[in-house]
């Protein structure tokens, strides 16, 4: 049985108000900044990152700040830079089946199992693959256009490890370093996809994809067990995602560390992005989550965005929602990764939208 809200209300405003606030910049003031949203790079990860550089990513100021912002053509043209449409013939594929997951032990991060593969020629659609993973309703799907070119893609699941669980979460909303999830648990399994790529990876491990989808359905009882609110409150507060673990955060792209961190999946993305993304907090979005189907929001010319729209049939790059009401949640993309449902609990997200849930959920059921 969930907790209810208003259990966590006094605990919430005690806990922000003890977080501690860095203003430390260690690289120059911001710049090319355009309402908000940084758009220049003044770093990379191997030489500026979290675990020899810290109050650099504890300074707000140094990265865009603007998720909630009303789309101006003038200023945001970069954010609707790269659409597609999606082609729902799925030939004769279908999401596998994996019978067998790993458990990932305490911190086994890599541990997947067995891949399944899909083999695809140039003039093929990516929809229709994805993976089931036998716990219950739980499974990942893509949705999208031509494969462009040949391409071998896999697919691998792990449990999520014990230290991804809550219980091993942060309270407080810290990232020590110890930890993957700071104060956000994941919901169910981890799925690993690969062989989507069009481009070399880059030099902080991301391998940049044709733009697609990717749906991922939840189990009721996973998401229970993190104690947070609704699914329809967690999504209007931006507390409940499809994630993207980065691996670059701790300066080595190469490898899964505790000083790497689970964050939104838009946050891997090339096309509609500044160059110089939040990638190290779950929050570091543009836009706000659509509420509602996948199936919906391709229908629709609604996007995450206020103000920015796109033509029924396409999708954007960076969109982002859920359905509470299939336990589903999406994400518009272009790069290959780790992913997996990421929540918070009831404490954050409670305090973070307690004022802004019902304009929330009217504009966005325009």
Same mark, same amino acid.
């Given at each position: 049985? *969930? ?30 900044? /355009?309402?908000?949203?940084?758009? %220049?790079?003044?770093?990379?990860? &191997? ?14 100021? !140094? ?5 909630? /912002? $009303? ?5 945001? %043209?970069?954010?609707?830079? *790269? *659409? ?16 067998? /997951? ?40 893509? +949705?999208? #256009? ?18 991804? &669980? ?12 110890? &930890?993957? /999830? #700071? ?24 391998? *940049? ?7 991922? @359905?939840? $189990? ?7 104690? &947070? ?7 209007? !507060?931006?507390?409940?995602?499809? #994630? ?31 160059? !110089? ?15 509602? @189907? ?12 206020? #103000? ?30 780790? +992913? ?27």
């Amino acid at each position: 049985m *969930k907790n209810s809200p208003l259990n966590f209300l006094l605990v919430s405003i005690v806990s922000l108000s003890s977080v501690n606030v860095y203003a430390a910049k260690i690289l120059p003031p911001q710049a090319n900044a /355009i309402a908000g949203i940084r758009t %220049g790079a003044d770093f990379d990860w &191997s030489t500026t990152n979290i675990l020899n550089n810290p109050a650099y990513f504890n300074a707000a100021s !140094n990265f865009f700040d603007g998720d909630d /912002i $009303t789309y101006d053509e003038d200023s945001h %043209g970069f954010l609707n830079a *790269k *659409k597609m449409n999606v082609n729902f013939n799925k030939g004769a594929k279908s999401k596998k089946f994996f019978s067998d /997951i790993p458990n990932a032990g305490f911190k086994n991060y890599g541990q997947f199992g067995a891949a399944e593969h899909y083999n695809l020629g140039a003039s093929d659609t990516v929809t229709g693959m994805g993976g089931q993973t036998g716990n219950g309703t739980e499974n990942f799907e893509i +949705f999208g #256009g031509s494969a462009s070119n040949g391409m071998n893609v896999s697919i691998q699941f792990r449990t999520k490890s014990e230290a991804e &669980s809550f219980g091993y979460h942060d309270f407080h909303g810290h990232h020590s370093n110890n &930890s993957l /999830i #700071g104060h956000s648990p994941l919901v169910g399994n981890v799925m690993r996809l690969h062989g989507m790529g069009i481009q070399e990876a880059t030099s902080d491990g991301r391998v *940049k994809t044709n733009p697609f989808a990717l749906e991922s @359905t939840y $189990t009721q009882a996973d998401f229970d067990a993190t104690y &947070s609110l609704t699914e329809l409150e967690e999504l209007i !507060n931006g507390c409940l995602f499809l #994630g993207w673990l980065n691996p670059a955060i701790d300066g080595d792209s190469t490898s899964i560390s505790d000083g790497d961190r689970w964050v939104h999946a838009v946050q891997g993305n090339y096309d509609n992005m500044p160059d !110089n993304p939040n990638r190290f907090d779950e929050h570091g979005v543009i836009g706000s989550a659509y509420i509602g @189907t996948l199936e919906n929001y391709i229908a629709g010319t609604t996007t995450s965005i206020d #103000g920015l729209t796109k033509v029924a049939g396409e999708i954007r790059v960076g969109d982002h929602g859920g359905d509470p009401e299939s336990n589903t949640v999406w994400a518009i993309i272009d790069h290959n990764s780790d +992913f997996a449902v990421v929540p918070e609990p009831s404490t954050y997200a409670l305090f973070a939208g307690i004022i802004c849930l019902a304009t929330l959920v009217v504009r966005r059921r325009k």
